[in-house]
C-alpha cells in the first residue's frame, strides 16, 4: 500500500555517537599499551564491539565502567589463534598488521558481506614486511604470522586508508625502521586521525606529505585518559536536515575536528544554508538552497547526506568523487541512484568506461606516449601525473643538500598559500591586485600563529576581497589554514585582514616593501 509523507519541520537539540574510527583507533592503541587506559565517550555499536572482541582476543583485559566508559589493561599476548572482526572492514584492515606482531599464527575471520570484499591490497606490504601470509584469493579468512621486519613498503592508498592505518598503529611498536611509500592516497583527513589517536598514546609518526611515511620502531605506546569526540558521519546527516526542514544544533562536535566528515559544512554553505559554528557544537537553519558542487573524494561517506541535500535544492548540483563508494558493504551510489528516481530524482553516476575509450583514442594517435586522465577542477589522479612527469624527467645534479626542503622561510610558504587560495577564489582582476604580507610569524610548541594583511589597490577591491558579511574572506582563510596545518604537519592560528594601498602595483616604494626590484 503506498502511503504519502506530507512536508513537515524539525527543530532540537541532540549529540551525536562517538566517532567510531576515532573509537577503533583507541582501542588499538590502548592494546598496544602497557597499563590501564580509560576511553570515555564511547558507543558499543557493532564496530566498536568488533574491535573490543580483536583486543580481547589479542590480550587486553576489557572492563564496561558503564555504557559509555571503558577501562582497557593493554598488552598484547593473544589468547586464541583467531581474530572474529565480524562485519567491519576497519577491523580487518587494522588489526591484521597488528597480529602481525604477536610473531605466532593467527587467522583474521569475518562474516557476511565483508567476506565478499577484497583484501588484496593487504597482502604484497605484509609480505615485504617479512609477514607469512596465506588467503583465500584476495578474501577473508586470512593466515598470518610475523614478526614485523625494517622495510620500505609499497601501499596503494586508491581505495582505502584503513590498511595503512593499521601499519601506522602496529609499526612504531615493531623493531626496526619503516617507511611507507603511499601511491595515490585518499581519505587523508582519516590518516590525520590515526596520526592524531597514535600521538594522544604516545607514539610519534612522521610523514611527507601523505606520500611517505617515516616509523621509528621500538616506541613506547603510554596508557591515558581519552575522551572520543562525536561522529561527523552521524552528525551530518542531522545537519542536512536542519537545513532542508528547520533547524537542529549538535553537541560535542568541532568544525576543527580531523574528521573527514566536517566537510559536510562546507557542502551545506555553498547550498545557502545557514550555519553557526559556537566551541563544540554546531547549528544549522534553513534558508533557500541553491545547487552547489562539490568533491567527495576525501569524505566518500557524505554521499547520501549529500545527494539528500542536492535534492532539496534549486537546480542542478556536482557531487565528484564517489567511485570508491562501490567498495563498500554495498554499492552506496547506485543504490541511492536507484531509489532517489523512484520519486523523480535523477542522480547521473558516470562510468570509467567513456574515460577509457578517451584513453585509447590518443593512445592511439599517439603510440609511445604515456596518456594520463587528469582533471585539475575534480582534483582527479594529480598524483599520477606528477608521478609519470616525474618518471620520464632525466636525472640531474642535486642544487641542495639532500635533507634541505627550501631555501625559503616559513612566512613565505604562509604568503604563497594564502595567495594560492584568493586564485582559486576569485576572478577577473582581484588576485592581480593583491599582495599578501605576514604581519607576524610566532611559531610554538603545538601550534603557529600567524596574522597577514592582504593589501589591495582599491575600496571596491576589499569589499569584493571581504565578501558579503565576510564570507569570502572567511573560506580564504579557512583553506589557508587546513592547507598550512598539513604542510607544517601541526595546527596553526590563522588571522586575515584586507587593507587598501592606493594602486600599489604602480608605486615604487610599495613595490619595494612588498620585495619587487624593478630595473
Known sequence: MDRSVPPGEIQGELTPPCSKSYAQRALAAALLAEGESTLRNIELCDDTRSAMRCIEALGADVTVVDPHTLKIRGGLAPRGRTLHVGESGLSTRLFTPIAALAGVPLRIEGDGTLLRRPMTMMIAPLRQLGVEVRHRDGFLPFDVCGPLHSATVEVDGSVSSQFITGLLLALPAARGEFTIDVRRAVSTPYIDMTVEAAHRFGAEILHNGYTQFYIEGGQRY?????????????????????????????????????????????????????????????????????????????????????????????????ITGTSRLAHK?????????????????????????????????????????????????????????FRTILSLLPEGPAFYPKDTLTDKTLRFFASEIIREKILKFYDKEIPYCCEIEIESYKEEPTIDRISATIYVARDSQKGILIGHKGEKLKRVGQTAREDMEQFLG???????????????????????????EQE
Not at 601541526?490 to 619587487?516: A, H, I, P
Request: glycine fraction near 4%.
Open 329 to 385: 558493504e554495498s554499492d552506496r551510489a547506485e543504490t541511492l541512484r536507484e531509489e532517489y528516481a523512484k520519486v523523480g530524482i535523477e542522480i547521473d553516476l558516470s562510468t570509467p568506461e567513456a574515460l577509457e575509450a578517451l584513453v585509447d583514442k590518443w593512445q592511439a594517435e599517439i603510440p609511445g606516449a604515456q596518456v594520463v586522465p587528469t582533471s585539475a577542477k575534480e582534483n582527479f589522479n594529480i598524483e599520477g601525473l
Open 222 to 318: 603510554r596508557p591515558t585518559d581519552y575522551s572520543i569526540e562525536g561522529d561527523w558521519s552521524a552528525a551530518a546527516t542531522l545537519l542536512v536536515a536542519g537545513a532542508v526542514a528547520g533547524e537542529v544544533t549538535q553537541h560535542n562536535v568541532s568544525i576543527l575536528s580531523k574528521q573527514a566528515d566536517t566537510a559536510v559544512c562546507t557542502a551545506l554553505v555553498r547550498a545557502g544554508a545557514e550555519l553557526i559554528h559556537e566551541a563544540d557544537r554546531i547549528t544549522v537553519r534553513r534558508r533557500p538552497l541553491r545547487a552547489f558542487e562539490f568533491d567527495a573524494t576525501q569524505c566518500p561517506d557524505l554521499f547520501p547526506p549529500l545527494a539528500a541535500l542536492a535534492a532539496a535544492c534549486e537546480g542542478e548540483s556536482l
Open 490 to 516: 601541526k595546527k596553526v592560528f590563522l588571522q586575515l585582514f584586507v587593507k587598501v594601498s592606493d594602486d600599489w602595483r604602480n608605486n615604487e616604494r610599495q613595490l619595494r616593501r612588498f620585495g619587487y
